[in-house]
T-cell receptor
């Protein structure tokens, strides 16, 4: 069965600094998709970034980028120039291409002014 | 992306009662999903709702407890029946949107309904 593990329950970062959130997953599939979702205190889940496993290039969206290591089954999220609005729960998610998403337990990110 | 609204945004209910949560999407979608997020926990899929067919429930969730309706391609409801304090959670609906690229599906979430059962 596929699993998603986020080993950091909570992280802190100073405003304008860079932080990396970790995610590992387990699957026997060769084609799949990985996501990072952000859930601010208002609780609306927002898609931050997605990565297709068949793409070697790491996805980037403005200040957000991923380090996708397929062989190691690792999918970390780097947030550059952290802002106060980045404070939220961040969930890593996996799907093999079916409708079913598997979520990690989340990492709470605190941004310190 | 998708514009998804849910009603109510929050509610406090007495045990033994039922609550129906509505989910409205800004455009037609084939599949809608209902998730539960218990306090401090991750998201767990309750069921998948397709228009015109019975909802498909995940292990641990049953239709008698969480009946779902899907009357059209933009709307769905989830009822939490005979509630107990253990049902206190955030309930989220989501939809899947496919892009023009092969298998470019992504799920987008509604704002959630925060339920407290006393």
């Amino acid at each position: 069965a596929q699993t998603v593990t986020q080993s950091q329950p909570e992280m802190s970062v100073q405003e304008a600094e860079t932080v990396t959130l970790s995610c590992t997953y387990d699957t026997s599939e060769s084609d799949y998709y990985l996501f990072w979702y952000k859930q601010p205190p208002s609780r609306q889940m927002i898609l931050v970034i997605r990565q297709e496993a068949y793409k070697q290039q790491n996805a980037t969206e403005n200040r957000f980028s991923v380090n996708f290591q397929k062989a190691a089954k690792s999918f970390s999220l780097k947030i550059s120039d952290s802002q106060l609005g980045d404070a939220a729960m961040y969930f890593c998610a996996y799907t093999s291409g079916t409708y079913k998403y598997i979520f990690g337990t989340g990492t709470r990110l605190k941004v310190l002014a | 992306s998708a514009v998804i609204s849910q009603k109510p945004s929050r509610d406090i209910c007495q045990r033994g009662t039922s609550l129906t949560i509505q989910c409205q999407v800004d455009s037609q979608v084939t599949m809608m999903f209902w998730y539960r997020q218990q306090p401090g926990q991750s998201l767990t899929l309750i069921a998948t709702a397709n228009q015109g067919s019975e909802a498909t429930y995940e292990s641990g969730f049953v239709i008698d407890k969480f009946p779902i309706s899907r009357p059209n391609l933009t709307f769905s409801t989830l009822t939490v029946s005979n509630m107990s304090p253990e049902d206190s959670s955030i309930y989220l609906c989501s939809v899947e949107r496919q892009g023009v690229a092969f298998l470019e599906e992504t799920q987008y979430f509604g704002p959630g309904t925060r339920l407290l059962v006393l």
